[in-house]
C-alpha cells in the first residue's frame, strides 16, 4: 500500500489561486451582544439595538430587532421561563408543533450554561416570520424556552441565533434550587 501526499488544488494552481482564495469574504462572524437580565431567574444577551421588552406573563422577554441597525434579518426572540422540569415540557411542546402542522426540519442537543438543550429548527408557521429555532435549556425542577422567529433562512442567520441561545444562562441566585 502506498501513501500518496499531494498539494491542495488551491495550491496546486499557483499562488494567484491561494490569494484569490484568501481574499474571498469571510463567513459571517457573531454579532456584538447586549446582555439583559430579567428578575433573579435569568440572563441572555441579544445583538445591539434590539428592542426588548420584559413582562410577567410568558414570555418573560421578548427582543425584536426592528430598529437595529446592521444587515441582520427580520427576527424575534421571545424566552419564557416554565416552572417544570424539560421532560413535561418539551412533551407538550411537540404535541403543540405536531396540532399545528408544523414541520421539525431539524433537531439536536447541546450544551447551554452547563446542562443538556435541546434544540429544534421549525418551518411551516403562517406568520411573517414563518420559521422558528427552538432551545430548550432544562433544569432538575424548570425548564427556559428560547424561541427565535425568522423569515428565510440566510447566512447571516445561524450566527445571530447560537450567539443569542448560547448565550443564555440562569441566575446564580435560582442555580442551587434544586
Known amino acids: ?90 412533551g407538550e411542546s411537540l404535541e403543540s408543533l405536531r396540532a399545528n402542522g408544523y414541520t421539525v426540519t431539524r433537531y439536536d442537543a447541546v450544551t447551554i450554561d452547563g446542562v443538556t438543550a435541546v434544540r429544534l429548527w421549525i418551518s411551516g408557521i403562517p406568520e411573517d416570520l414563518p420559521n422558528a429555532f427552538i432551545t430548550y435549556v432544562g433544569y432538575p425542577t424548570a425548564t427556559a424556552i428560547i424561541t427565535s422567529y425568522y423569515g428565510d433562512t440566510t447566512d447571516d442567520i445561524d450566527p445571530v441565533l447560537n450567539a443569542i441561545h448560547r448565550s443564555f444562562a440562569r441566575s446564580q441566585a435560582t442555580s442551587t434550587a434544586p
Not at 37 to 62: C, H, K, N, R
Open 1 to 90: 500500500m502506498a501513501l500518496t501526499v499531494g498539494a491542495s488544488p488551491a495550491l496546486a494552481q499557483g499562488p494567484e489561486a491561494v490569494v484569490a482564495a484568501e481574499s474571498a469574504p469571510a463567513a459571517e462572524a457573531a454579532p456584538v451582544l447586549e446582555t439583559t437580565t430579567y428578575a433573579d431567574l435569568f440572563s441572555i444577551a441579544f445583538p445591539a439595538g434590539w428592542q426588548v421588552s420584559e413582562q410577567t406573563e410568558a414570555p418573560q422577554l421578548v427582543a425584536d430587532s426592528a430598529g437595529a441597525s446592521g444587515s441582520l434579518p427580520a427576527m424575534r426572540t421571545e424566552v419564557t421561563w416554565q416552572e417544570a422540569p424539560p421532560r413535561e415540557v418539551v
